[in-house]
């Protein structure tokens, strides 16, 4: 199966409930998912305002106006930032603006300073017409009363945070942040901060995927090193079910105990396993499943496996489970054009994901890959990030511009 | 001056001291930026582990072993994931073993469970030969004892703190974020909170750069608004002078204010101001400067400036005082290939930012430009990102192939 038909399986089983709500101020929602559609209850900017440091004037006073032939205006009042002029505007007259003032009433457009000509104290030449409505943002321009400003389903960026306080919006619902239980496995894993045994080693992956699951704006809950057994792996499963949105089980590299990890997944039930293999590499033996409505992910233990299976069929399950709406099908990540340093090969009907290192040369960016086995944590580190070879491709020659996606 | 010209101008008059230091647990540094280079005190792994489920053998005993021609080796003790082997691999002998378990001695390769005929309890046929070496990683082939691991400068990545527990370091220093204050200035702008008179719009610019600013890995201090008044603002540069790392005044839209920002700089002095002015669109009367060491910045008042001027001008500057060590000159920020769906026309000698919506069509994805006023904080709202039109070019034709820089 390949890896996309493994996801749409899964996410099809999935139940499509949106996650709870909660509010929060405004200045603390960078990066959260909007859970409501924000409409504003008025026009910004409430009134017409000057987009340049000028003269307000009515529009038909400057037509024909040229440097040759300029328009004669009188001077009115000054306008004051922040302040609702006192006077209208007459015809024949023009009142001295700043930036973001407000038009008196009776104008209707903004001659800029730059093609204005003080004569005397109470005159001005206009050398250069306006058209109504030039040089201003008309009240409601910006947004009108009744108008969604920002989506339900977006994640909050800066200018959304903007358009709300613009509008006096001070708080938002927001969703709760999805909570990921991470349940690693595996006989020979000691805690970091053990010295490990001969035939032991640290535990590396449950720290990777809680970063990556704080990166993917989640809450991951760490649930220590479970021994290769199927009742205490059940038992941390059945227990996560209960505090959790979704489930990861990292390892299980030892005999059987794959196997162990779909049979507990089935055993629990409902709809048990859902893919088991998939055309990947590294990767192969990631496992999907949903438990009652709760998604869970058997992930090999090889630190690249963990890494590369994350980004394609964790990530955007949690996307889900958050409430996210995107707009494009496929998450935009950095990506950098590179060409390839040497051939690589790789068998048709098998999507692989190569690490890379990113080499500036005299001839440009070259994407060098780096073929250690992908039981390595370190050459995750050393790479900039990874091209893809699609399923459908024997492989890819050196010197092909490939897209590098950045961690 | 052009924007690139203005900001290493800027940087060149920085002093280069790094960032205060702090220790955090491993586990809290994602995004952080490493202040010290992590060095491996061992060997990581420490023993000779296999990377599949299989036998371990003396490599030599496979030699011209085929599926026609199998070697037949005879079964040695079984090796329990976790522990070191209690026996020695002797000649024509193999010993069942799991991936990640450790090789007993004697035993310097693993042939895989598939390429592997169980003939008896205590016979088995290999099928195919493997070379010393081949499905083993060595001890220290992953990190070698006193290898570098991650890198004082590096924005500190999921693998990064993978690779740091693997080897054992539950702990790591990194640099202080830099605290970024946040003046807006203006006599119309009121709290996001109150109800505008006419006359009066609600702060945008300082949210938004709080924002911008905690996505850039800082923290901003917003120091509310001030009024348009020398000694007022003066006061609050001074003021934050004593508790940031920057500084960010924002708007001074009104007449003359611009020019006493720059005075204002130019007053505390040391080297004052660097530049006021570049050639960019929105951004031009973007100003520069440092006190004493501090980098300052005048910001113009319309929030696609503010936007642009950000990442122009200060997110390189907070990058820089944060520690971080970028490999690549210019950020990877996400892009998106799209078509340009009309012309568009930009005087040479400005290098111009504009803001396009992506529109997926039958012909696949165009970027449709926004034109609205840069003074609309909407159009920063509707736009999935900005295209930019170089300085030395005089526009775009409809159709061309853009990069779409995403938000």
Redesign the interface.
């Known amino acids: 199966m390949t890896a996309g038909a493994a996801l749409d399986l899964l996410i099809k089983k999935l139940p499509s409930k949106p996650p709870p709500k909660t509010k929060v101020p ?2 603390d929602s ?1 990066g959260l998912i909007c859970a409501e559609d924000i409409v504003s209850r008025e026009d ?4 017409a ?1 000057s ?1 340049v ?1 000028g003269y307000a004037v009515k529009a038909e006073d400057s037509f024909g106006a040229t440097e040759a032939m300029p328009a004669y205006l009188g001077l009115s009042g000054e306008i ?6 006192d006077f209208t505007l007459s015809k024949g007259l023009a009142a ?1 603006i ?5 038009l008196p009433m009776g104008a209707d457009a903004v001659v800029m300073f730059e093609h204005v000509q003080t004569v005397d104290a109470t005159t001005i030449e206009v050398l250069k017409a306006v058209v109504p409505g030039e040089n201003v ?1 008309q009240a409601g ?3 009108k009363k009744g108008e969604r ?2 989506p339900e389903g977006r994640r909050i ?14 708080s938002v619902h927001v969703y709760e942040r999805p909570r990921v239980s991470i349940i690693s496995t ?4 000691v805690p ?14 449950s ?6 699951i ?2 993917a704006g989640c809450v991951a809950l760490r649930k220590g090193i479970i021994r ?1 057994e199927y009742v205490a792996i059940r038992a941390a499963v059945e227990g996560s079910m209960e505090d959790s949105d979704a489930i990861i089980v990292s390892g299980g ?3 059987g105990t794959k196997d162990m990890i779909a049979r507990i997944i089935g055993d629990i039930g409902d709809s048990g396993v859902v893919f088991h293999g998939v055309s990947l590499k590294p990767g192969k033996p990631m496992i999907g499943g949903v438990m009652h409505g709760m998604p869970v992910f058997g992930l090999p ?3 690249a496996a963990v ?1 590369v299976c994350f980004e394609i069929f964790i990530r955007p399950v949690l996307d889900l489970l958050s409430g996210l709406v995107e ?2 099908p496929q998450r ?5 054009k590179a060409r390839l340093s040497k051939n690589i090969s790789s068998p048709q009907g098998r999507e692989e994901h190569i690490r890379v290192v ?1 080499e ?1 040369r005299d001839s440009g960016l070259w994407a060098v890959p780096l073929l250690g ?1 992908s ?4 050459t ?2 050393k790479a ?1 990030g990874t091209i893809v070879v699609p399923l459908n491709i024997n492989g890819l020659e050196a010197g092909t511009v490939v897209d590098v996606r ?2």
């Open positions: 405004i200045e960078l910004l900017p409430q009134f305002r987009t440091d004051i930032m922040g302040q609702k002029p001295k700043p930036t973001g003032g407000m943002i321009e910006d947004v400003v920002v960026r800066p200018q959304d945070i903007g358009a709300c306080t613009g509008i006096g919006v001070t595996g006989d020979e894993i970091a901060a053990a010295s490990p045994a001969m035939g032991q080693v640290r535990d590396i992956n720290y990777v995927l809680a970063a990556m704080s990166e290769d590299t030892s005999v233990g090889h630190p890494s707009k494009f935009a990540r950095a990506c950098m990113i500036q086995k039981g390595l944590i370190t995750l580190v900039d950045l961690f």
